[in-house]
T-cell receptor, first 115, second 118 residues
Framework: AQSVTQPDIHITVSEGASLELRCNYS??????LFWYVQSPGQGLQLLLK??????LVQGIKGFEAEFKRSQSSFNLRKPSVHWSDAAEYFC?????????????FGTGTQLKVEL | GAVVSQHPSRVICKSGTSVKIECRSL??????MFWYRQFPKQSLMLMAT?????????EQGVEKDKFLINHASLTLSTLTVTSAHPEDSSFYIC??????????????FGPGTRLTVL
């Protein structure tokens, strides 16, 4: 069965600092990986996804993520964090044909941005 | 981008009543939709897969008679929480995959429905 681990429950960074959110997955075949962001009381917004090809994926809002098969990781990064980035971030893995199948989510990382 | 809506966004009901939550894909058709449940400060847990034209498939531990799912059309799925109890209070989120060809489809999520059972 697939699983996702986000080791950091909470992360606090200063505005303008760089950010890296960790995600490790377990899946027997080629994974389909996603990062979503959830603001308070809101649904999930897709930041980026990896299906195949270039292992460095660019997403919206200046985020990027790198797929490292050897480490079973898909860490999310941003060079300079903005106060509006404060939210909950979820990493997810999907089986089979990408988003067309059910997703398994990590427990999330709560990002706090200090001004 | 694709849009998925949910209605209502918030509902408060008395214990023992039933509550219906709608999930609509507004600008695309979805033969499959997913229903998740999210407890405060926790991750999303998949409850069931809603299939247009056939029965929903439920994840282990989810009571199908408690959480009735109907995929009425290619743009609408409903989740009915029957005889709701306070422990059913949660944030319910639906999602629908938009097929992009080549297997590179993506799920789009609704804004969620906050259910509070008194």
């Amino acid at each position: 069965a697939q699983s996702v681990t986000q080791p950091d429950i909470h992360i606090t960074v200063s505005e303008g600092a760089s950010l890296e959110l960790r995600c490790n997955y377990s899946y027997g075949a080629t994974p389909y990986l996603f990062w979503y962001v959830q603001s308070p009381g809101q649904g999930l917004q897709l930041l980026l996804k990896y299906f195949s090809g270039d292992t460095l994926v660019q997403g919206i809002k200046g985020f990027e993520a790198e797929f490292k098969r050897s480490q079973s990781s898909f860490n999310l990064r941003k060079p300079s964090v903005h106060w509006s980035d404060a939210a909950e971030y979820f990493c997810a893995v999907g089986a089979g044909a990408g988003g067309g199948n059910k997703l398994t989510f990590g427990t999330g990382t709560q990002l706090k941005v200090e001004l | 981008g694709a849009v998925v809506s949910q209605h209502p966004s918030r509902v408060i009901c008395k214990s023992g009543t039933s509550v219906k939550i709608e999930c609509r894909s507004l600008d695309f058709q979805a033969t499959t939709m997913f229903w998740y449940r999210q407890f405060p400060k926790q991750s999303l847990m998949l409850m069931a897969t809603s299939n247009e034209g056939s029965k929903a498939t439920y994840e282990q531990g989810v009571e199908k008679d408690k959480f009735l799912i109907n995929h009425a059309s290619l743009t609408l799925s409903t989740l009915t929480v029957t005889s709701a109890h306070p422990e059913d209070s949660s944030f319910y989120i639906c999602s629908a995959p938009r097929l992009a060809g080549g297997g590179a489809d993506t799920q789009y999520f609704g804004p969620g429905t906050r259910l509070t059972v008194l």
